[in-house]
């Protein structure tokens, strides 16, 4: 992206592109984590990323190169921030869908578990304050009240998230 600061369409369509080509060995992990890297810069490159990363039928958020997990865990508090809000709306879109038996809740329980396994790798003193500051709000007080109040979870749906917070630490 050379130091411009992509949209948040832009670095959708980087990642859809830069995630299919390191697929078909077009691209190193090397090559794909720089990338990536430039890319999380900003919160929303960094948006654009997890939205596709996160979402798509792509083994490089499952797989996690080191040198990806270099990038992710230098880019700090932005990519923990995105990590723990996605962890959240999977884990209760999770329910939502199960709810209605669509089979979209295959997708939120694959970015759930994405997150689940992304967390443990990133820097564990940011991943334990930004979990606290969740899970105070899933017990009805505190900073992420706002965020848990925006989307208008329901119990059961912060119950899910309290127990994928849970997840992270096991």
Not at 9 to 26: R, Y
Not at 54 to 78: K, V
Request: aromatic share 6%.
């Amino acid at each position: 992206m050379n130091d411009q600061k992509p949209t948040f369409k832009q670095a959708m369509e980087a990642t859809m592109i830069w995630c299919k080509s390191w697929e078909n060995d077009e691209i190193s992990d090397e090559v794909i984590s720089d990338r990536i890297g430039e890319l999380i810069k900003t919160l929303d490159g960094a948006r654009g990323f997890f939205v596709i990363s996160l979402s798509i039928d792509c083994t490089l958020m499952d797989r996690l190169p080191d040198a990806l997990i270099f990038q992710l865990r230098r880019s700090g508090e932005i990519v923990v921030d995105l990590t723990v809000k996605n962890l959240a709306m999977s884990s209760a879109m999770v329910i939502t869908h199960r709810e209605n038996n669509d089979p979209l809740e295959l997708q939120s329980e694959r970015i759930k578990t994405r997150c689940v396994e992304l967390l443990k790798l990133l820097d564990s003193n940011q991943v334990k304050e930004r979990l606290d500051v969740l899970l105070e709000a899933t017990k009805g007080s505190g900073t992420d009240l706002k965020f848990l109040k925006k989307w208008d979870y329901k119990d059961e749906q912060i119950k899910a998230i309290s127990e994928s917070i849970y997840k992270v630490a096991t």
